[in-house]
C-alpha cells in the first residue's frame, strides 16, 4: 500500500471537516455530531480514531467504553460502535488498519471486544470484514432498538436491526 494512512484520536478541529466530507458522498452526518462523540471523548465515554490518508480525512470508528446494547453493558464489553470510511478511500485497508488499533487500544484494558451490525446489503462489507477478524455471534439473535426478536415477531427492517458479536483479544 503506497498511500500514507496515520491514525488519531479526534479532535476540535475535526467537526466541521468530517461532516463537510460525508456531505460531499452524499451521507448526512452533521458536525453536532462530531461534536458529541468528542465530548463524549473529553469525559472517558468513547474514545474516536481518525484516519487519514495522504492528510485527508478518509474515516472513523469509535469505541464505547460502556455499550448500549445491555450484554455488553453487563460483561463490561467495550464496544466497536459507527466505523465509517468514505467511499473514495475505501478498498484500501482503511477499516481494517482502524479495527486493528480498536482492538490494540481494548486489549489494553480487556480481554473481549464487541461489535454490533446491520442485518441489510448495506452491511454486507462489514459483515464479513467482522467475521473474517474472528468475531462470532454472542448467541442471542437479532435485535432491534434494545428488545431481541423472538419466533413470530413482525418488525421493520432498518438500520436498528441488528446481530451483536465479540472476540476475544487474547488468545490462550
Not at 65 to 77: A, C, L, M, T
Amino acid at each position: 500500500m503506497n498511500d500514507q494512512i496515520t491514525i488519531r484520536t479526534l479532535n476540535k478541529d475535526d467537526f466541521n471537516s468530517i461532516a463537510q466530507a460525508f456531505t460531499d458522498q452524499g451521507w448526512n452526518k452533521p458536525a453536532s455530531q462530531y461534536e458529541r462523540y468528542y465530548q463524549e471523548q473529553q469525559a472517558g465515554e468513547r474514545l474516536v480514531l481518525v484516519a487519514e490518508c495522504q492528510q485527508k480525512f478518509a474515516g472513523y470508528l469509535t469505541i464505547m467504553w460502556k455499550s448500549h446494547y445491555s450484554p455488553f453493558q453487563e460483561g463490561n464489553i467495550p464496544e466497536i460502535v459507527d466505523l465509517n470510511v468514505l467511499e473514495k478511500f475505501q478498498k484500501k485497508g482503511i477499516a481494517t488498519m482502524l479495527m486493528d488499533e480498536a482492538e490494540k487500544i481494548v486489549g489494553e484494558k480487556g480481554a473481549i471486544i464487541g461489535i454490533g451490525f446491520g442485518l441489510t446489503k448495506d452491511y454486507g462489507a462489514a459483515q464479513r470484514l467482522y467475521i473474517n477478524r474472528g468475531y462470532v455471534p454472542d448467541g442471542l439473535g437479532i435485535s432491534q432498538r434494545g428488545q431481541f426478536l423472538t419466533y413470530g415477531d413482525q418488525l421493520t427492517v432498518d438500520d436498528d436491526l441488528a446481530l451483536y458479536l465479540t472476540k476475544s483479544l487474547h488468545e490462550n
